[in-house]
């Protein structure tokens, strides 16, 4: 095997830096998609606005779409979210949607684990959820899974 001089060897250090910068690129590149979340929204729904604040501080990048109510029924029912598991706004994340105060801790939760579903909904609109604070009211609630079939499960409790 020959020899490689210095130069040589600084040029193959170099080159193999660039393949593992452009792994790491990848990677993050990939990270960054997965935490992109299309939120669907009526346009002067102030807690549907918190919910947004909520998620960008957990470090989710964030879209809003502002829409009729009409459109968003239709968008629920495009994912296969039944009126019941319902609230005021949507989300879509990584080929799940996200219904309604769903805790940024359980939407990354999800994304860690992929499990076989359609999504997370807090249906209605739980006092202490984020994006309904409402001074010390707390009310307890759950976050469901939402299944293909759809049936549901409690993901966490609050």
């Known amino acids: 095997m020959p020899m490689m ?34 939120v669907a929204k009526s346009p002067t729904c102030g807690c549907c606005s918190a919910w947004v604040d909520h998620m ?15 459109a ?12 019941e598991l319902a609230s005021c706004h949507t989300g879509e994340i990584a080929g799940y949607f996200v219904e309604g105060h769903v805790p940024a801790a ?14 997370l909904t807090v249906p209605g609109m739980p006092f202490g959820s984020p994006g309904m604070e409402y001074g010390d009211r707390r009310d307890a609630f759950d976050t469901l899974l939402v299944m293909r079939d759809g049936s549901t499960a409690v993901f966490a409790s609050h």
């Not at 600084?10 to 080159?15: Q, R």
């Not at 960008?56 to 009409?70: I, K, Q």
């Not at 029924?73 to 495009?78: C, D, I, N």
């Open 106 to 119: 359980d939407v990354a939760r999800l994304l860690e684990t992929r499990p076989e579903a359609l999504g």
């Open 5 to 38: 001089n210095r130069r040589q060897t600084l040029a193959a250090i170099l080159a193999g830096g660039a393949v593992l910068s452009g792994l790491v690129s990848r990677r993050a590149a990939a990270e960054i998609a997965e935490r992109r979340l299309t």
């Open 72 to 83: 968003l029924a239709a968008r629920k029912a495009r994912l296969g979210l039944r009126p």
């Open 56 to 70: 960008r501080a957990a470090g989710f990048e964030v879209e809003t779409l502002d829409m009729t109510s009409g």
